[in-house]
C-alpha cells in the first residue's frame, strides 16, 4: 500500500507532464493551415510575420481583432489575407523585397542550438539521415533504415509520454532528460517502454516503424526550453 502511495503523486506528474508536451507538440505541428492564414512558430514576431507575408502590422492586428500587437502564441493561426471587402492598408514592397533577397538569413535566424556541452546525446537509431533539421520546415532529423531498427534513448531520463494519441507522430516516445531538455521518437513500430519509466542513455526504447508516416524511419527531435533545436552540436560525429 505504501509503494502504491508514494507511486501516485509521480503518476500524477507523469501524466500531467504527457497532457502539457502533448499540448505543446500540437501546437507546434506540422498540420497546414489554409492559404491566407499563417502558424505561429516558436520566435516569430508579429513584426517578422507582417514582413514575410508582406502586410504590415497594422493589417495583422485589424484581421485578426488583435488587442496587444506584442501578444502572440506559439500554434496560434492568424489571417495573413485581407477578409472578403477589406484591402490592405499599405503594401510594404521595400520589406517584402528584403525579405525575398535575404532567404539565407531568415533561414539562419530560424536555427536555433543548445548551448555547448548543455547536454550529450547517442545516435537515437543506426541509419541514414535522410531528412535534417532546418528551424523551419524540419524541427527534427529523419534516420531511415529498415522496420524494427531499434530506436534508443539518446540521453538518460524519464518517459514523459508512451502512445499514439498524437496525431501525425504515429507511436510516439518522449523523454524528458532534465528541467531543459527533452527528445521525440516518432513513428515507431513498437513501443517497449511505458510513461514514468526511468531509462538509461543507449536502452532500447522502441522499434523503428513508419506509423503515420509514408516512409519507415525515425523522427527524432531535441528540445530545449521548450524549442525544437539542432541535435546535431549534441550528437557525436558519424
Known amino acids: 500500500m505504501g509503494a502504491s502511495r508514494a507511486g501516485t503523486p509521480f503518476r500524477r506528474w507523469a501524466g500531467t507532464l504527457g497532457i502539457a508536451l502533448l499540448l505543446l507538440l500540437s501546437a ?12 505561429v512558430q516558436s520566435g516569430d514576431t508579429l513584426t517578422q510575420i507582417a514582413r514575410k507575408q508582406g502586410a504590415s502590422v497594422s493589417d495583422l492586428v485589424r484581421w ?12 496560434q493561426v492568424l489571417r495573413v489575407e485581407p477578409p472578403a471587402g477589406q484591402a490592405r492598408a499599405s503594401t510594404p514592397s521595400k520589406a517584402r523585397t528584403k525579405a525575398q533577397s535575404t532567404p539565407k538569413s531568415t533561414s539562419s535566424a530560424r536555427r536555433r542550438t543548445a548551448p555547448p556541452g548543455a547536454i550529450s546525446l547517442v545516435w537515437p537509431a543506426q541509419g541514414k539521415v535522410t531528412r535534417g533539421y532546418d ?12 522496420t524494427g531498427t531499434p530506436v534508443v534513448a539518446a540521453a538518460q531520463g524519464t518517459v514523459a509520454y508512451s502512445g499514439s494519441g498524437l496525431r501525425g507522430y ?3 516516445v518522449i523523454v524528458k ?6 527528445s521525440i521518437y516518432a513513428h515507431n ?11 538509461s542513455q543507449g536502452q532500447k526504447i522502441a522499434e523503428m516503424g513508419n506509423s ?6 525515425l523522427y527524432f527531435e531535441l528540445r530545449y526550453d521548450g524549442q525544437a533545436v539542432d541535435p546535431a552540436g549534441s550528437l557525436p560525429p558519424k
Open 189 to 199: 513500430s513498437k513501443l517497449l517502454v511505458k510513461e514514468g519509466q526511468r531509462v
Open 212 to 217: 503515420d508516416s509514408k516512409q519507415v524511419g
Open 28 to 39: 507546434c505541428g506540422t498540420t497546414k493551415v489554409q492559404p491566407g492564414y499563417y502558424r
Open 64 to 75: 485578426n481583432k488583435l488587442s496587444n500587437a506584442n501578444s502572440i502564441e506559439v500554434g
Open 177 to 182: 532528460h532534465n528541467a531543459s531538455f527533452l
Open 135 to 146: 528551424g523551419s520546415g524540419s524541427n527534427g532529423i529523419v534516420i531511415s533504415n529498415s
Open 170 to 172: 504515429g507511436h510516439l
